[in-house]
């Protein structure tokens, strides 16, 4: 008995301890599949507690930094009935628990918008005095394929090889596939397809080879389209096409010329115009006079020039119209007109000496 009441105390502490450590499990679940740039993921966390669990309930998610000595970074945290976002500046606002209350044993987060920096190990962390557990799991986050180019390298002539690529970008690896557009989906017989480079070649190729063809790339995560005509035809019917082609060239390049020949044509009768309408200066004309004296002088002049064409014959006939003008002037006042003064006394002379005496006549 002595024996056994011995052990009792180890075997005790055995179970008590195999009890704690039952109290608080993280239950399995697969990994996250590889996920695209853009996607969303969730990352799976769901545990169990004991009424042996007395402490207060602490879920920490946390990630290996790409430096392995690094500490990890803690994105979200759950404490207290609280929950506490991530301080990781490219993953504020994108990482959220999945359910509304974890300590009833959902501790799984959601990723959104998901970046190719988000690729890492995480690592759930569920604390409950006395227990403590820890569940790592991998992300993956790779780019799927853009959209693809298609084009048709080389010629499309009947007999000869033509050759169609694809090209997109991605996370490696990516693999391309080649259908006809129809009824079949089917590849001519005579064409080979490259999956890694993204080329398909149609050896021989003959007009019933013309038609829309399909390429997809595909990667792990995603795949994209693009969709290229092949037209095969006849060595003559490319000869049509290259002749026209050297036609509506030539056309181009004259009425170009046309274009010039008219412009230059322009300019050189706007110049002949100009040389043929010179702008003349006369010296021979006299500067015009002032506006205050035009009328006055006109009057004066005029009767000077017809005063020095008189003769005796015609005197007595001038002499009425001078005085008649004399008169005239004199009743203007002094400071407007101008005062007609003879300069010659009737002492009896004839006509002679009245016309010399008209003759010099001034303006006072």
Excluded at 9 to 27: N, R
């Amino acid at each position: 008995m002595a024996r056994i009441g011995s052990a009792a105390p180890p075997i005790l502490l055995v179970y008590l301890l195999a009890g704690w450590t039952k109290s608080l499990e993280i239950l399995p679940s697969p990994d996250p599949e590889e996920k695209a740039v853009g996607d969303s993921v969730m990352l799976r966390c769901q545990f169990t507690l004991d009424s042996a669990d007395i402490g207060p309930l602490d879920i920490e998610w946390s990630r290996t930094p790409p430096d392995p000595t690094a500490s990890q970074i803690i994105i979200i945290d759950y404490s207290g009935d609280r929950v506490y976002e991530t301080s990781v500046e490219n993953m504020k606002g994108r990482v959220h628990f999945s359910s509304m209350e974890p300590k009833n044993g959902d501790a799984s987060i959601n990723i959104t918008r998901l970046r190719s920096t988000d690729a890492g190990m995480y690592h759930c962390k569920v604390k409950k005095s006395p227990g403590s557990r820890t569940r790592p799991m991998k992300l993956e986050v790779s780019m799927k394929p853009s959209p693809p180019t298609c084009l048709v390298d080389g010629t499309q002539e009947v007999g000869k090889d033509a050759l169609l690529k694809c090209l997109s970008v991605g996370t490696p690896p990516i693999t391309y596939f080649w259908t006809k557009q129809g009824s079949t989906h089917m590849l001519p017989s005579t064409a080979i397809a490259d999956i890694s480079a993204g080329t398909l070649k149609v050896r021989n190729a003959s007009m019933d080879n013309s038609g829309v063809y399909k390429c997809t790339a595909k990667n792990r995560v995603g795949s994209s389209d693009c969709f290229i005509r092949l037209s095969v035809s006849s060595s003559s019917n490319n000869g049509g096409k290259i002749a026209g082609a050297i036609i509506g060239v030539l056309l181009a390049l004259l009425l170009i010329a046309v274009i010039i020949w008219f412009i230059l044509r322009r300019k050189k009768k706007k110049k002949t115009y100009e040389k043929e309408q010179p702008f003349e200066i006369r010296e021979d004309v006299p500067a015009p006079k002032s506006r205050v004296s035009t009328a006055r002088s006109y009057t004066v002049d005029s009767q000077r020039s017809s005063l020095g064409s008189m003769s005796p014959s015609n005197m007595e006939t001038y002499k009425t119209h001078y005085d008649r003008l004399a008169t005239d002037e004199n009743e203007r006042p002094p400071a407007h007109s101008p005062t007609l003064t003879p300069s010659y006394k009737d002492n009896g002379q004839g006509a002679e000496g009245r016309s010399q005496g008209y003759n010099s006549m001034s303006i006072v």
